[in-house]
């Protein structure tokens, strides 16, 4: 048995809830943290985002970029506290397809006749050093990107926080501590759309092999439902009924193909609705313009 002193434990129980308390009011490293990044599904969920090879994160510490547990502080990011806004994007460039007999590129891989057995496709292992065409992740805050940025001769490139990283899914990852919190917004509409992009972003400019590429929302991953009408169109140009089939069958049907697809196209509307009022009143707090935002 072991005697317990219950008043000396609620004196350092007390003492301890106040030093959080001044430490979190003050950024202290005992305060809430947020790591937000990209991971991988193989991605350890026991810990932050950053840990492993499978996932790239950014600290609210001083903006710090981890990868592997290694920790870069002079990347050129930014520390983040409450109210800032955050945005991460990854960009992953699809392989070029090579002509295993040639070495070359195909000029029209789906063309290439299927029967050839002495021509295989496979990805490029040569280094790719051009950044226009390198998977990548970047970070921005308050819309604003972060990293090193470079103009030269009108032309606007770098910023990427993580360069040359693996081809695969990723997944938006966010890793909070100690009593943190984070809304998070995968779109379509942003309080800070981001600003001040490279170059070769929005089809702008080019890059080095003609390449551009236009940041698009997560939300575009997931496709609008659409109105119900066009929904039974399609459901019945899918689903052939046999001459005979008796006009019951047929009507319960469209019956219930109506009512799914008017509560996925009722419960879009509604989501976007909201998504865009908790928009348009962040952005009106900030003294951000709310032009965009017509829906």
């Known amino acids: 048995s072991r005697d317990v002193n219950v008043n000396d434990d609620d004196s350092k ?3 301890l809830t106040e030093l ?3 430490e979190q009011d003050h950024g202290g490293m005992l305060g809430g943290h947020v790591r937000c990044g990209w991971s991988m599904r193989t991605g350890d969920l026991q810990a932050p985002v950053g840990y492993d090879r499978w996932s790239y994160g950014l600290r609210d510490t001083m903006g710090s970029r981890i990868h592997c547990s290694r920790r870069e502080d002079g990347w050129g990011g930014e ?5 800032d806004v955050i945005g ?17 590129p195909l000029s029209n891989p789906s063309t290439s006749p299927s029967k050839d057995k002495h021509k295989k496709r496979r990805s490029s292992s040569s280094p790719n050093t051009d950044p226009n065409t390198q998977n990548h992740i970047r970070f921005f805050k308050n819309g604003c990107p972060m990293g090193q940025i470079t103009v030269s001769r009108g032309v606007r490139s770098g910023g990427e926080a993580f360069t040359n990283i693996q081809s695969g899914t990723y997944y938006p990852a966010v890793s909070i501590y ?20 490279p170059t070769h972003f929005g ?3 080019a890059g ?9 929302p997560v939300s575009e991953l997931s496709p609008i439902p659409p109105h119900p009408d066009e929904a039974l169109a399609k459901a019945l140009k899918e689903r052939s009924f046999p001459k005979k089939t008796p006009e019951e069958v047929v009507k319960r049907f469209r019956e219930c193909v109506n009512v799914e697809s008017l509560m996925r196209y009722d419960t879009y509307q509604n989501h976007l609705s909201r998504h865009l009022e908790e928009v348009r009143t962040a952005r009106s707090e900030r003294n951000l313009s709310t032009s965009d935002l017509n829906g």
């Not at 520390?79 to 109210?83: A, I, K, L, Q, R």
């Not at 984070?182 to 992009?197: E, S, T």
């Not at 080095?208 to 698009?216: A, D, I, V, Y």
């Open 13 to 15: 129980k007390r003492k």
């Open 208 to 216: 080095s092999n003609g390449h551009t590429t236009k940041l698009r």
């Open 79 to 83: 520390g983040f506290g409450p109210g």
């Open 178 to 197: 100690m009593g943190a919190a984070a809304h998070v917004n995968f779109g379509p509409y942003f309080i800070y759309p981001p600003v001040k992009l």
């Open 20 to 22: 959080l308390s001044k």
């Open 203 to 205: 089809g702008t400019s």
């Open 88 to 104: 991460f994007a990854i960009s992953l460039i699809p392989p070029p397809a090579i002509d295993v007999l040639d070495g070359g």
